[in-house]
């Protein structure tokens, strides 16, 4: 038996090369014969603002000359490896983040469309385009590369504002779509075929950090307490000992709890995990375009799962609560006009929009644990957040140790003010 060919992975921005470039990625993008003539890398992970928290992210400008024609173009890319921390490489391997995305963007993908070979139009998810991946079972490594999104004008929004109506609405329609497509295969080649042919995408990936939410919910106890809510605290104090049983395992019953309009997921839809591209309409500048990041946690779960993280972890309540319902009625509208395009027989009356708010209002114990989760991460001064391309121990503990310290120092403005929001909003609806 002849020993299989070894795959090449690049690791680091020096293995980007224009040779590779050019017989590996953009030889399936290129019609005709073509050379790379000019290559521009920039490292786009920022350690110091405590960005890519699983991988090496790498903008790649190259210049080919199509040789037929002389003509030359311009690929902007964007490429996401492994980052270079051995104890962050073991995190990311634990929660297979590479190898979902890598799934998703060949396997799922493919099946989306095959599903839709008898409709009249063809839906794509509100995802980047990927162009190549590679992965290296031996090495235990991998890499993805997808256009820049940079380059067509789209960026992220600034984690500690929050998004406004407008941001939000492109949010839950691009939230609605996948759910629709994957809903739609779902169904068309039955759930148990369904499950077996993403196996891949079954296990839980917050599992890992089971063991933070209660040590990081404590911790939003003690900011209430320090920023003048001791009432707040005690409301947080009695749900957590109501559970009677660990934070992390309550999150876990309620993601795993059955539901027919189960189906596959973003899973992890903070507002970081997305780009907007606006324009200028009426002298203001307005979004007019979403892409959906990271498609590293895809799972298995029900709609309201993305809308609860989605909106509570990337929003203030003032930003959401006065229009929650009509996001809702939006996300519901465009799941089921998705649906229509691709000729489904599953029909408003199937499941109503009530049942679509009544299934949101459960999950908000879920936006509760998970806003108070991302609190530290968006509100926290990066100057304090662990550099994990430097982590000497395992990431989950240095975290968790992190999260321990901050709680004993005094109470930063920014995080007692997004805890006093979630917390309050948690009493107004009942949750606390």
Known sequence: MQPSEVVFVPESIDDITPQWLQECVLKEQIEGEFEVVNLKRTCATDSQDRQGYTSLMI????????????EKKKINLFAKLYPPNEQHRKMVREIMVFDREIFVYTSLLNSIRSAQESSKVQLEPFWPKCVFTA????ARVSAVIMEDLKARGFILMDKTKGLDF???NLGCKAFARTHAL?????????VEQFLINNYQLLQEPLDIFKHIFDINFDISIGFLKGSGRPDLAKRMEDFREKQKEPLGVHLRSILSRP????????????????????????GKEVPVEIKLL?????RYGHPCEDL????FTSSYSYQRNPFTEQLLRNYYETFFNSL????SSFTRSQYTFDELKADYNSFREMGLILGAFFVIAQMADPKDVPNLDTAEGDVIEVFRKFIEDLGTRPVPGPIAKRTQDLAEDAVAHGVI
């Open 294 to 298: 990271d498609l590293q946690c895809v």
């Open 340 to 343: 229509f395009e691709l000729g």
């Open 182 to 190: 994957t809903f739609h295969l779902k169904q068309t080649v039955g």
């Open 135 to 138: 992965m290296n079972r031996d």
């Open 259 to 282: 539901h027919r309009m189960r189906t596959l997921i973003q899973g992890d839809c903070w507002v970081n995990n997305m780009m907007f591209r606006h324009e200028l309409q009426d």
């Open 59 to 70: 903008r790649i400008e190259v210049d080919v000359e199509i040789k037929t024609t002389e």
């Open 166 to 168: 407008e941001h939000l």
């Open 308 to 311: 609860t993280y989605f909106l």
